[in-house]
């Protein structure tokens, strides 16, 4: 709910585009045009510093109990992510924001807890092909932790194998 809020609150109405909610199993994206506020920037916004873009549509917001606080929601939705691996992300360029939520359910149902699952799910999500080696590079991790990762994701019908052997490269289904 705080992503779509903020989604909102911070967009720029001046730009006719729409803002897009997208739904996936293992995620949501949130992206709005307007880009980040004149003179912000990602570092800001992660210290918790807020521009109001739209005064009128935060008060209403407020007034109407939907926004408990002023510049507040980025923050907010970090810590519902403190104790899981997975980790919210935005992304802003000069036109558009995305705000990326991880599926801690889909995390935990589908990857698993084992140290450095997620984080192997992400890599081999945005390099399909690749291989443990590549994996073991990744994560800094021993030939047998990356093996115990791919293993245990492969077990968990979230990733495909191709190949056999040293030649065994993976992918996100």
Excluded at 88 to 105: D, M, Q, V, W
Aim: charged share 20%.
């Amino acid at each position: 709910m705080k992503c779509i809020l903020n989604a909102y609150t911070h967009r720029q109405y001046s730009v006719s585009a729409p803002t897009l909610i997208r739904l996936f199993d293992d995620r949501i994206e949130c992206i709005t045009v307007g880009g980040l506020a004149p003179g912000l920037t990602m570092e800001d916004i992660m210290l918790g510093i807020s521009v109001r873009r739209n005064e009128y549509v935060t008060r209403v917001f407020h007034h109407v109990g939907i926004a408990e606080a002023y510049g507040t929601g980025i923050a907010r939705i970090f810590e519902q992510y403190n104790s899981c691996a997975c980790k919210p992300e935005i992304e802003a360029s000069a036109n558009a924001c995305k705000l990326t939520l991880p599926n801690r359910n889909y995390v935990t149902e589908h990857v698993g807890e084992v140290e450095g699952a997620y984080e192997a799910y992400q890599f081999i999500k945005r390099n399909p092909m690749c291989g443990r080696l590549d994996l073991q590079q990744f994560l800094g991790s021993s030939q047998t932790h990356a093996g115990v990762i791919l293993n245990r994701l492969v077990e968990k019908d979230v990733l495909i194998t191709h190949g056999k052997r040293k030649n065994t490269k993976y992918s996100v289904k």
